[in-house]
Protein backbone atom coordinates (compact mmCIF):
# COMPACT_ATOMS: atom_id res chain seq x y z
CA UNK A 1 0.00 0.00 0.00
CA UNK A 2 1.13 3.48 -0.39
CA UNK A 3 1.38 5.49 2.96
CA UNK A 4 -2.05 4.84 4.61
CA UNK A 5 -2.75 5.11 8.28
CA UNK A 6 -5.19 3.71 10.71
CA UNK A 7 -6.93 7.23 10.51
CA UNK A 8 -6.99 7.25 6.87
CA UNK A 9 -9.26 3.55 7.34
CA UNK A 10 -11.30 5.46 10.42
CA UNK A 11 -12.25 8.81 8.01
CA UNK A 12 -13.20 6.04 5.02
CA UNK A 13 -15.25 3.42 6.69
CA UNK A 14 -16.63 6.30 9.44
CA UNK A 15 -16.07 4.04 11.87
CA UNK A 16 -15.69 3.74 16.14
CA UNK A 17 -12.40 4.03 17.21
CA UNK A 18 -11.30 2.10 20.45
CA UNK A 19 -7.30 2.38 21.89
CA UNK A 20 -4.54 5.14 22.50
CA UNK A 21 -5.54 8.37 20.58
CA UNK A 22 -1.27 9.00 19.60
CA UNK A 23 -1.86 5.47 17.62
CA UNK A 24 -3.68 7.00 14.82
CA UNK A 25 -1.37 7.70 12.66
CA UNK A 26 0.03 4.26 12.56
CA UNK A 27 0.94 3.58 9.13
CA UNK A 28 -1.08 0.37 7.52
CA UNK A 29 1.45 -2.22 5.69
CA UNK A 30 -1.22 -4.17 4.37
CA UNK A 31 -5.04 -5.18 4.46
CA UNK A 32 -6.12 -8.70 4.99
CA UNK A 33 -8.92 -10.80 5.88
CA UNK A 34 -7.16 -13.68 6.62
CA UNK A 35 -5.37 -14.29 10.02
CA UNK A 36 -2.60 -16.40 8.89
CA UNK A 37 -1.05 -13.73 6.19
CA UNK A 38 -0.98 -11.22 9.50
CA UNK A 39 2.64 -9.74 9.22
CA UNK A 40 4.01 -6.31 11.00
CA UNK A 41 2.19 -3.20 10.23
CA UNK A 42 -1.53 -5.42 8.79
CA UNK A 43 -4.57 -4.11 9.56
CA UNK A 44 -6.53 -7.59 10.23
CA UNK A 45 -10.13 -7.38 9.32
CA UNK A 46 -12.58 -9.53 10.87
CA UNK A 47 -15.07 -11.12 8.96
CA UNK A 48 -17.91 -13.17 10.11
CA UNK A 49 -17.55 -16.41 8.07
CA UNK A 50 -19.89 -19.64 7.20
CA UNK A 51 -16.90 -21.83 9.17
CA UNK A 52 -15.30 -19.09 11.11
CA UNK A 53 -15.49 -15.82 13.19
CA UNK A 54 -12.48 -13.85 12.37
CA UNK A 55 -13.24 -11.90 15.85
CA UNK A 56 -12.04 -14.66 17.17
CA UNK A 57 -8.84 -14.13 15.76
CA UNK A 58 -8.19 -10.40 16.39
CA UNK A 59 -5.80 -10.61 19.74
CA UNK A 60 -3.54 -13.15 18.25
CA UNK A 61 -3.35 -10.86 14.60
CA UNK A 62 -2.17 -7.98 17.23
CA UNK A 63 0.37 -10.62 18.45
CA UNK A 64 1.49 -11.28 15.14
CA UNK A 65 2.44 -7.70 14.00
CA UNK A 66 -0.97 -6.17 13.39
CA UNK A 67 -1.56 -2.19 14.16
CA UNK A 68 -5.32 -2.37 14.15
CA UNK A 69 -8.16 -4.54 13.24
CA UNK A 70 -11.55 -3.68 11.44
CA UNK A 71 -14.54 -5.24 13.58
CA UNK A 72 -17.69 -5.25 14.12
CA UNK A 73 -17.35 -6.14 17.44
CA UNK A 74 -14.14 -5.66 19.56
CA UNK A 75 -12.44 -7.93 21.68
CA UNK A 76 -12.86 -6.89 25.61
CA UNK A 77 -9.35 -3.85 26.37
CA UNK A 78 -7.69 -4.58 23.11
CA UNK A 79 -4.58 -4.68 23.21
CA UNK A 80 -4.47 -2.91 20.04
CA UNK A 81 -6.52 -0.19 18.31
CA UNK A 82 -9.94 -1.37 16.80
CA UNK A 83 -12.21 0.46 13.92
CA UNK A 84 -15.66 -0.72 15.05
CA UNK A 85 -18.17 -1.12 12.47
CA UNK A 86 -21.51 -2.17 11.85
CA UNK A 87 -20.60 -4.53 8.74
CA UNK A 88 -17.01 -4.92 8.41
CA UNK A 89 -17.82 -6.41 4.70
CA UNK A 90 -19.19 -3.16 3.71
CA UNK A 91 -16.42 -1.00 5.37
CA UNK A 92 -13.84 -2.78 3.61
CA UNK A 93 -15.64 -1.53 0.19
CA UNK A 94 -15.83 2.11 1.48
CA UNK A 95 -11.94 1.86 2.10
CA UNK A 96 -11.45 0.15 -0.84
CA UNK A 97 -13.09 2.63 -2.40
CA UNK A 98 -11.19 5.72 -1.08
CA UNK A 99 -7.86 3.94 -1.74
CA UNK A 100 -7.99 3.54 -5.04
CA UNK A 101 -9.31 7.58 -5.42
CA UNK A 102 -5.61 8.31 -4.89
CA UNK A 103 -4.70 6.35 -7.79
CA UNK A 104 -4.62 8.15 -11.34
CA UNK A 105 -3.38 4.86 -13.20
CA UNK A 106 -4.60 2.44 -15.69
CA UNK A 107 -7.18 0.35 -14.41
CA UNK A 108 -8.55 -2.33 -16.64
CA UNK A 109 -12.11 -4.06 -14.93
CA UNK A 110 -12.69 -7.27 -16.81
CA UNK A 111 -16.08 -9.68 -16.44
CA UNK A 112 -17.90 -11.71 -18.57
CA UNK A 113 -19.83 -15.24 -18.19
CA UNK A 114 -16.32 -17.24 -19.42
CA UNK A 115 -12.70 -16.25 -19.57
CA UNK A 116 -12.39 -13.67 -17.03
CA UNK A 117 -9.14 -15.22 -15.50
CA UNK A 118 -7.29 -15.82 -18.93
CA UNK A 119 -8.52 -12.65 -20.25
CA UNK A 120 -6.83 -11.16 -17.25
CA UNK A 121 -3.66 -13.17 -17.34
CA UNK A 122 -3.31 -12.05 -20.65
CA UNK A 123 -4.06 -8.24 -20.35
CA UNK A 124 -1.72 -8.49 -17.29
CA UNK A 125 0.98 -10.10 -18.95
CA UNK A 126 1.07 -7.48 -22.32
CA UNK A 127 0.52 -4.76 -19.77
CA UNK A 128 3.62 -5.91 -18.05
CA UNK A 129 6.09 -5.62 -21.07
CA UNK A 130 5.26 -1.55 -20.35
CA UNK A 131 3.64 -0.88 -16.90
CA UNK A 132 4.29 -2.29 -13.04
CA UNK A 133 1.14 -4.31 -13.25
CA UNK A 134 -1.32 -5.37 -10.27
CA UNK A 135 -3.46 -7.83 -11.10
CA UNK A 136 -6.44 -9.88 -9.14
CA UNK A 137 -4.88 -13.17 -7.41
CA UNK A 138 -6.39 -16.51 -7.90
CA UNK A 139 -10.18 -16.02 -7.51
CA UNK A 140 -10.37 -12.49 -5.15
CA UNK A 141 -13.32 -11.19 -8.02
CA UNK A 142 -16.02 -10.68 -5.79
CA UNK A 143 -17.04 -8.68 -3.01
CA UNK A 144 -14.62 -9.44 -0.65
CA UNK A 145 -11.88 -10.19 -3.33
CA UNK A 146 -12.20 -6.80 -5.37
CA UNK A 147 -11.14 -4.77 -2.36
CA UNK A 148 -8.20 -7.17 -1.39
CA UNK A 149 -7.05 -6.45 -5.11
CA UNK A 150 -7.39 -3.06 -5.14
CA UNK A 151 -5.25 -2.80 -1.73
CA UNK A 152 -2.30 -4.44 -3.35
CA UNK A 153 -1.68 -1.62 -5.88
CA UNK A 154 1.18 0.60 -4.38
CA UNK A 155 3.61 3.46 -4.83
CA UNK A 156 5.22 1.45 -8.06
CA UNK A 157 2.34 0.02 -9.81
CA UNK A 158 1.38 1.99 -12.95
CA UNK A 159 -1.56 -0.11 -14.17
CA UNK A 160 -3.73 -2.50 -12.72
CA UNK A 161 -6.07 -5.36 -14.09
CA UNK A 162 -9.28 -6.20 -11.54
CA UNK A 163 -11.21 -9.32 -12.70
CA UNK A 164 -15.13 -8.71 -11.42
CA UNK A 165 -17.09 -11.56 -10.88
CA UNK A 166 -20.97 -11.51 -9.85
CA UNK A 167 -23.83 -13.57 -9.85
CA UNK A 168 -26.62 -11.44 -9.37
CA UNK A 169 -28.09 -7.81 -10.00
CA UNK A 170 -26.36 -4.84 -8.38
CA UNK A 171 -23.21 -6.64 -7.37
CA UNK A 172 -21.17 -5.38 -10.66
CA UNK A 173 -22.46 -1.66 -9.86
CA UNK A 174 -20.94 -2.15 -6.46
CA UNK A 175 -17.92 -3.68 -7.76
CA UNK A 176 -17.08 -0.94 -10.06
CA UNK A 177 -18.20 1.99 -7.68
CA UNK A 178 -14.84 0.58 -5.99
CA UNK A 179 -12.99 -0.07 -9.70
CA UNK A 180 -13.65 2.89 -11.19
CA UNK A 181 -12.02 1.17 -14.05
CA UNK A 182 -10.45 3.25 -17.18
CA UNK A 183 -10.91 0.14 -19.47
CA UNK A 184 -13.72 -2.35 -19.61
CA UNK A 185 -13.68 -5.70 -21.08
CA UNK A 186 -16.39 -8.03 -21.22
CA UNK A 187 -15.36 -10.97 -22.81
CA UNK A 188 -19.04 -12.89 -23.58
CA UNK A 189 -22.71 -13.49 -22.08
CA UNK A 190 -23.36 -17.30 -21.52
CA UNK A 191 -25.84 -19.26 -19.52
CA UNK A 192 -24.33 -18.94 -15.93
CA UNK A 193 -26.00 -17.94 -12.83
CA UNK A 194 -29.15 -18.14 -13.99
CA UNK A 195 -30.75 -18.80 -10.64
CA UNK A 196 -30.64 -15.45 -9.83
CA UNK A 197 -30.19 -13.93 -13.90
CA UNK A 198 -32.76 -16.07 -15.35
CA UNK A 199 -31.42 -15.70 -18.88
CA UNK A 200 -28.59 -14.58 -21.35
CA UNK A 201 -30.60 -10.96 -21.17
CA UNK A 202 -30.75 -10.72 -17.74
CA UNK A 203 -26.50 -11.65 -18.07
CA UNK A 204 -26.06 -8.83 -20.17
CA UNK A 205 -28.13 -6.15 -17.61
CA UNK A 206 -25.89 -7.40 -14.87
CA UNK A 207 -22.84 -7.64 -16.41
CA UNK A 208 -23.03 -4.13 -18.31
CA UNK A 209 -23.39 -2.65 -14.82
CA UNK A 210 -19.77 -2.19 -15.34
CA UNK A 211 -20.20 0.93 -17.33
CA UNK A 212 -21.67 2.92 -14.46
CA UNK A 213 -18.78 3.43 -13.26
CA UNK A 214 -16.08 3.85 -16.20
CA UNK A 215 -14.00 7.13 -15.74
CA UNK A 216 -15.92 9.93 -18.06
CA UNK A 217 -12.55 9.53 -20.82
CA UNK A 218 -12.42 5.92 -20.21
CA UNK A 219 -12.44 2.80 -22.95
CA UNK A 220 -15.02 -0.07 -24.05
CA UNK A 221 -14.02 -3.30 -25.35
CA UNK A 222 -16.47 -6.09 -26.13
CA UNK A 223 -16.24 -9.68 -27.72
CA UNK A 224 -17.98 -8.93 -31.34
CA UNK A 225 -18.52 -12.29 -31.50
CA UNK A 226 -21.11 -13.01 -28.83
CA UNK A 227 -24.65 -12.18 -30.07
CA UNK A 228 -25.47 -10.09 -27.16
CA UNK A 229 -22.44 -7.79 -26.75
CA UNK A 230 -22.50 -7.19 -30.44
CA UNK A 231 -26.07 -4.97 -30.05
CA UNK A 232 -24.38 -2.75 -26.90
CA UNK A 233 -23.91 1.02 -28.23
CA UNK A 234 -22.15 4.35 -27.14
CA UNK A 235 -22.32 4.32 -23.29
CA UNK A 236 -22.12 7.63 -21.49
CA UNK A 237 -21.04 9.06 -25.54
CA UNK A 238 -18.05 5.99 -25.56
CA UNK A 239 -18.21 3.84 -28.39
CA UNK A 240 -17.31 0.40 -27.61
CA UNK A 241 -14.30 -1.23 -29.68
CA UNK A 242 -15.26 -4.75 -30.33
CA UNK A 243 -12.77 -7.64 -30.49
CA UNK A 244 -12.82 -10.96 -32.07
CA UNK A 245 -11.66 -13.75 -34.55
CA UNK A 246 -14.39 -12.47 -37.10
CA UNK A 247 -12.79 -9.97 -39.39
CA UNK A 248 -16.06 -7.45 -38.85
CA UNK A 249 -14.28 -6.75 -35.72
CA UNK A 250 -11.92 -3.20 -35.03
CA UNK A 251 -9.36 -5.97 -33.66
CA UNK A 252 -9.57 -9.57 -35.34
CA UNK A 253 -7.44 -12.47 -36.06
CA UNK A 254 -6.44 -14.27 -39.09
CA UNK A 255 -4.12 -17.61 -40.30
CA UNK A 256 -5.34 -19.49 -37.03
CA UNK A 257 -3.68 -22.51 -36.12
CA UNK A 258 -4.59 -24.53 -33.06
CA UNK A 259 -1.57 -26.82 -32.82
CA UNK A 260 -3.07 -28.97 -29.75
CA UNK A 261 -0.29 -29.59 -26.91
CA UNK A 262 1.86 -27.14 -28.76
CA UNK A 263 -0.20 -23.70 -28.51
CA UNK A 264 -1.74 -21.43 -31.07
CA UNK A 265 -0.36 -19.62 -34.06
CA UNK A 266 -2.69 -16.78 -35.61
CA UNK A 267 -1.94 -13.38 -36.74
CA UNK A 268 -3.20 -10.45 -34.64
CA UNK A 269 -4.53 -7.32 -36.96
CA UNK A 270 -5.91 -4.12 -36.40
CA UNK A 271 -5.89 -1.77 -39.76
CA UNK A 272 -2.76 -2.29 -41.11
CA UNK A 273 -1.17 -3.76 -38.32
CA UNK A 274 -0.48 -7.65 -38.45
CA UNK A 275 1.18 -9.17 -35.60
CA UNK A 276 2.75 -12.70 -35.53
CA UNK A 277 2.46 -14.23 -32.46
CA UNK A 278 2.62 -17.74 -30.69
CA UNK A 279 0.24 -18.56 -28.12
CA UNK A 280 1.09 -20.70 -25.29
CA UNK A 281 -2.40 -22.15 -24.54
CA UNK A 282 -4.48 -24.96 -25.86
CA UNK A 283 -7.79 -23.31 -25.96
CA UNK A 284 -8.99 -21.34 -29.57
CA UNK A 285 -11.17 -18.75 -27.58
CA UNK A 286 -7.50 -17.75 -26.33
CA UNK A 287 -7.47 -15.75 -29.33
CA UNK A 288 -10.05 -13.62 -28.32
CA UNK A 289 -7.95 -13.12 -25.27
CA UNK A 290 -4.87 -12.27 -26.82
CA UNK A 291 -7.03 -9.42 -29.14
CA UNK A 292 -8.65 -8.44 -26.13
CA UNK A 293 -5.02 -7.60 -25.02
CA UNK A 294 -4.11 -6.25 -28.09
CA UNK A 295 -6.58 -3.47 -27.64
CA UNK A 296 -6.09 -2.35 -24.86
CA UNK A 297 -1.95 -2.28 -24.98
CA UNK A 298 -2.83 -0.40 -28.05
CA UNK A 299 -5.05 2.23 -26.38
CA UNK A 300 -2.07 2.70 -24.04
CA UNK A 301 0.37 3.57 -26.70
CA UNK A 302 2.11 0.06 -26.52
CA UNK A 303 4.14 -0.88 -29.33
CA UNK A 304 3.60 -4.16 -31.66
CA UNK A 305 6.79 -5.57 -30.29
CA UNK A 306 5.88 -4.73 -26.80
CA UNK A 307 2.12 -6.65 -27.21
CA UNK A 308 3.40 -9.46 -29.04
CA UNK A 309 5.74 -10.22 -26.43
CA UNK A 310 3.51 -9.70 -23.68
CA UNK A 311 0.88 -12.44 -25.63
CA UNK A 312 3.56 -14.74 -25.66
CA UNK A 313 4.66 -14.71 -22.38
CA UNK A 314 1.30 -15.22 -21.37
CA UNK A 315 1.15 -18.59 -18.59
CA UNK A 316 -2.00 -20.88 -17.66
CA UNK A 317 -3.03 -20.57 -14.28
CA UNK A 318 -3.92 -23.09 -12.22
CA UNK A 319 -6.91 -25.55 -13.04
CA UNK A 320 -7.97 -24.06 -16.24
CA UNK A 321 -6.97 -25.52 -19.62
CA UNK A 322 -3.92 -26.77 -17.70
CA UNK A 323 -2.43 -29.29 -19.77
CA UNK A 324 -0.88 -32.42 -18.12
CA UNK A 325 1.21 -34.52 -20.07
CA UNK A 326 1.57 -38.00 -18.53
CA UNK A 327 3.68 -39.85 -20.69
CA UNK A 328 0.59 -42.11 -21.12
CA UNK A 329 -2.37 -39.50 -21.60
CA UNK A 330 -3.06 -36.35 -21.46
CA UNK A 331 -4.93 -34.91 -19.76
CA UNK A 332 -7.04 -31.25 -19.90
CA UNK A 333 -7.12 -30.14 -16.55
CA UNK A 334 -10.05 -27.53 -16.41
CA UNK A 335 -12.11 -28.18 -13.27
CA UNK A 336 -11.92 -25.21 -11.79
CA UNK A 337 -15.48 -24.23 -12.91
CA UNK A 338 -17.95 -24.78 -15.04
CA UNK A 339 -21.00 -23.82 -17.14
CA UNK A 340 -22.65 -24.85 -20.83
CA UNK A 341 -20.71 -22.61 -22.53
CA UNK A 342 -17.04 -23.22 -21.26
CA UNK A 343 -17.89 -26.74 -21.27
CA UNK A 344 -18.87 -26.28 -24.94
CA UNK A 345 -15.58 -24.56 -25.81
CA UNK A 346 -13.47 -27.11 -23.46
CA UNK A 347 -14.81 -29.52 -26.00
CA UNK A 348 -13.87 -28.27 -28.87
CA UNK A 349 -10.14 -27.45 -27.11
CA UNK A 350 -10.55 -31.80 -26.60
CA UNK A 351 -10.73 -32.15 -30.33
CA UNK A 352 -7.68 -30.65 -31.48
CA UNK A 353 -5.70 -33.47 -29.60
CA UNK A 354 -4.65 -36.83 -30.88
CA UNK A 355 -5.96 -40.01 -29.78
CA UNK A 356 -9.16 -41.19 -28.11
CA UNK A 357 -10.98 -38.36 -26.87
CA UNK A 358 -12.64 -38.68 -23.42
CA UNK A 359 -14.70 -36.56 -21.84
CA UNK A 360 -15.30 -36.42 -17.85
CA UNK A 361 -17.93 -34.03 -16.75
CA UNK A 362 -19.72 -33.28 -14.01
CA UNK A 363 -22.48 -31.36 -12.72
CA UNK A 364 -23.22 -27.85 -13.35
CA UNK A 365 -24.62 -25.63 -10.73
CA UNK A 366 -27.04 -22.30 -10.75
CA UNK A 367 -28.53 -22.85 -14.09
CA UNK A 368 -31.63 -22.16 -13.00
CA UNK A 369 -35.07 -24.17 -14.10
CA UNK A 370 -33.69 -24.88 -17.12
CA UNK A 371 -30.53 -26.51 -16.13
CA UNK A 372 -31.71 -30.07 -17.24
CA UNK A 373 -32.16 -29.20 -20.61
CA UNK A 374 -28.64 -27.17 -20.37
CA UNK A 375 -26.97 -30.35 -19.37
CA UNK A 376 -28.54 -32.30 -22.03
CA UNK A 377 -27.56 -30.03 -24.61
CA UNK A 378 -23.88 -30.11 -23.49
CA UNK A 379 -23.90 -34.20 -24.03
CA UNK A 380 -25.51 -33.42 -27.47
CA UNK A 381 -22.26 -31.10 -28.51
CA UNK A 382 -20.05 -33.87 -26.94
CA UNK A 383 -21.54 -36.27 -29.46
CA UNK A 384 -21.75 -34.28 -32.26
CA UNK A 385 -18.54 -33.04 -31.96
CA UNK A 386 -17.11 -36.93 -31.69
CA UNK A 387 -15.83 -37.34 -28.35
CA UNK A 388 -15.15 -41.24 -28.29
CA UNK A 389 -16.30 -41.25 -24.45
CA UNK A 390 -18.01 -39.76 -21.90
CA UNK A 391 -18.54 -40.05 -18.61
CA UNK A 392 -20.79 -38.10 -16.07
CA UNK A 393 -20.58 -37.60 -12.81
CA UNK A 394 -23.34 -36.26 -10.40
CA UNK A 395 -26.66 -36.23 -10.27
CA UNK A 396 -27.17 -33.40 -12.65
CA UNK A 397 -24.68 -34.47 -15.10
CA UNK A 398 -26.68 -37.84 -15.49
CA UNK A 399 -28.65 -35.42 -18.59
CA UNK A 400 -25.48 -35.01 -20.09
CA UNK A 401 -25.05 -38.64 -20.48
CA UNK A 402 -28.58 -38.91 -21.45
CA UNK A 403 -27.73 -36.14 -24.48
CA UNK A 404 -24.41 -37.95 -25.27
CA UNK A 405 -26.46 -41.18 -25.98
CA UNK A 406 -25.33 -44.55 -26.32
CA UNK A 407 -21.82 -45.13 -24.97
CA UNK A 408 -22.12 -42.88 -22.20
CA UNK A 409 -20.70 -43.61 -18.80
CA UNK A 410 -23.10 -42.47 -15.80
CA UNK A 411 -21.38 -42.36 -12.29
CA UNK A 412 -23.32 -40.81 -9.32
CA UNK A 413 -19.98 -39.71 -8.02
CA UNK A 414 -16.45 -39.09 -7.75
CA UNK A 415 -15.82 -42.00 -5.51
CA UNK A 416 -17.89 -44.01 -8.47
CA UNK A 417 -15.77 -42.25 -11.14
CA UNK A 418 -12.47 -43.13 -9.41
CA UNK A 419 -13.74 -47.29 -9.52
CA UNK A 420 -14.44 -47.08 -13.28
CA UNK A 421 -11.57 -44.89 -14.74
CA UNK A 422 -8.81 -47.87 -15.38
CA UNK A 423 -11.57 -49.82 -17.24
CA UNK A 424 -12.22 -46.67 -19.32
CA UNK A 425 -8.73 -44.94 -19.84
CA UNK A 426 -6.77 -46.44 -22.57
CA UNK A 427 -2.83 -45.36 -22.99
CA UNK A 428 -2.46 -42.61 -25.85
CA UNK A 429 -6.15 -41.01 -24.91
CA UNK A 430 -6.37 -37.07 -24.66
CA UNK A 431 -9.01 -36.56 -21.27
CA UNK A 432 -10.85 -33.53 -20.69
CA UNK A 433 -12.20 -33.05 -17.08
CA UNK A 434 -14.32 -30.21 -16.50
CA UNK A 435 -17.50 -29.61 -13.83
CA UNK A 436 -18.27 -26.87 -11.46
CA UNK A 437 -16.17 -26.46 -7.96
CA UNK A 438 -18.22 -27.58 -5.81
CA UNK A 439 -17.91 -31.31 -7.45
CA UNK A 440 -14.14 -31.51 -6.73
CA UNK A 441 -13.46 -32.99 -9.46
CA UNK A 442 -9.57 -32.24 -9.18
CA UNK A 443 -9.42 -35.89 -6.99
CA UNK A 444 -10.32 -37.66 -10.41
CA UNK A 445 -7.48 -35.35 -12.19
CA UNK A 446 -4.92 -36.47 -8.88
CA UNK A 447 -6.09 -40.10 -10.07
CA UNK A 448 -5.51 -39.76 -14.19
CA UNK A 449 -1.45 -38.30 -13.51
CA UNK A 450 -1.06 -41.74 -11.63
CA UNK A 451 -2.42 -44.18 -14.19
Known amino acids: MIKFTVNDILNACKGKYIGDESLKDTQVSIIVTD ?17 SDGHSYIEQCFENGAVCALCENAPQSPSKPCIVVQSTLLALKEIAEYYRSLFKIPIVGITGSVGKTSTKEMVASVLSQRFSVCKTQGNFNNELGVPITLFGINESSTAAVVEMGISDFGEMTRLAKMVRPTHCIITNIGNCHLENLKDRDGVLKAKTEIFEYLSPDGKIFLNGDDDKLITQKDRKDIS ?11 YYAENICNNGADGISCTLVHGSRRLNVKINAIGTYMVSNALAAFAVGDSLGMSDEEIARGVEAYKTVGSRDNLIRTGKIDIIDDCYNANPNSVMGAIDTLMNFSGRRVCILGDMKELGENELELHRAVGKYARDKGVDTLVSVGELAKKISEGYGEGAVCCDSVEDALDSLKNIIKNGDSVLVKASRAMRLERIVDALKQM
Open 35 to 51: SRQVKAGSCFAAIKGER
Open 240 to 250: PVFYGIGSEND
